[in-house]
């Protein structure tokens, strides 16, 4: 009888037990779809995230090409040096020495015709200008034409084969957008930096005459100049073209033409060998508090005319300095920079209605546009 008592004993700890592991592999279980419901369970094999630009420097790197330019420089002589005197010391006229100065850029080829855009800082008074591949393959470059007002300059190659970039919307460009540089700096080799458009429509730099630059933190250094700006895409959005700099490599501030822009000149320098811009022979000022109070103005709207060119169709119709235009063709002007490019985007020969106020009155006037001149052919009076 004293067996029964351990005996049920037993039984009832095993069942007890049997009953505690069902139950804890019951919550176990429980456990594991929760966390399969609100987690997915990882995975071993599963890849990490990642974002690669590979495609679009596929797509853009066979399309910009280095180009390196020369032009001789004659070192001029001591005036003394010629002087009858001191020839018979250095043994009769002296011949003035020669060296070659040369410079190292970027360029984009933007037709399979083998047309290049590129600065024309890059090229500016070059002898010679060579343009080499990305596949190695190298020729003299013709220069097309050149547009100073913009720093853009289109060459011409003669290659068969040739791989261009396909024009992007600059025009859709958002601050924060990707972008990727893509140059020859300081002439190590193609070179692809990455960063964001950190402004567009920057004016005012004092870098160019017409400005309406895409600013962003991608490297850009010398030997970038007239590198490609590309979205992810691998499409063109600008022509990189200068930086901010204290120590003359990049700190972060590039500025590219924007592409919508260099297509325009481009179109004008294969159709024209230039660009051709209005004008109306004026030189004209933005209106600060300062200034509209002196006037007696209400309102800051409009340009001060401060200067206006000899000869031109403001001089001869009596346009005088200290004269406010407020609208051209009922184009109302509220900055200097927005009525040069209305004026520089007329058509010389056409005729304009410019109103403007002076002395309080408003009167207007009838201009006959002519061809924008290079800025040292004009005298102000």
Known sequence: MSASPLLRFGLQATIAGLVAGLLILWAMSGNDET???????????????????????????????NIYSSK????????????????????????????????????????????????????????EIKVALNDGRSAQAQLIGSDPGTDLALLEIDLPD???????????????????AI???????????????????????????????????????????????????????????AIYSQSGGSQGIG??????????????????????????GLELQNIDRDLATSFGLKSLQGVIVAGVYRNTPAHQLGLRPGDIITAIDGIKLNDANQALNTISGLVPE?????????????????LAVIERPKEQSARRR
């Open 255 to 280: 500025f590219a033409v924007p592409a919508a822009l260099a297509q325009r000149i481009l179109d004008q320098l294969v159709n024209n060998g230039r660009v051709v811009r209005g004008w109306l």
């Open 72 to 127: 001789t420089i004659k070192r001029r002589l001591h005036p003394l040096l010629d002087n009858p005197l001191f020839q018979q010391f250095f043994g009769g006229p002296q011949v003035p020495r020669e060296r070659i100065q040369s410079s190292l850029g970027s360029g984009v080829l933007v037709s399979a015709d083998g047309y290049v855009l590129t600065n024309n800082h890059v090229i500016a008074g070059a002898d």
């Open 162 to 180: 040739l791989t261009s970039l396909k024009f992007g919307q600059s025009d859709q460009l958002l601050v924060g957008d990707v972008v990727l």
């Open 35 to 65: 966390i399969s419901a609100d987690q997915p369970p990882l995975s071993l094999t599963r890849q990490p995230w990642q974002t690669s630009f590979n495609q679009a420097v596929k797509q853009a790197g066979p399309g910009v090409v």
């Open 183 to 241: 140059g020859n700096p300081f002439g190590v080799g193609q070179t692809v930096t990455m960063g964001i458009v950190s402004a567009t429509g920057r004016q005012h730099l004092g870098i160019n005459t017409f400005e309406d630059f895409i600013q962003t933190d991608a490297a850009i250094n010398p030997g970038n100049s007239g590198g490609a700006l590309v979205n992810p895409a691998g499409e063109l959005v600008g022509i990189n073209t």
């Open 350 to 366: 056409q005729t304009v209605a410019v109103t403007f106020l002076r002395r309080g009155k408003q009167l207007e006037i009838e």
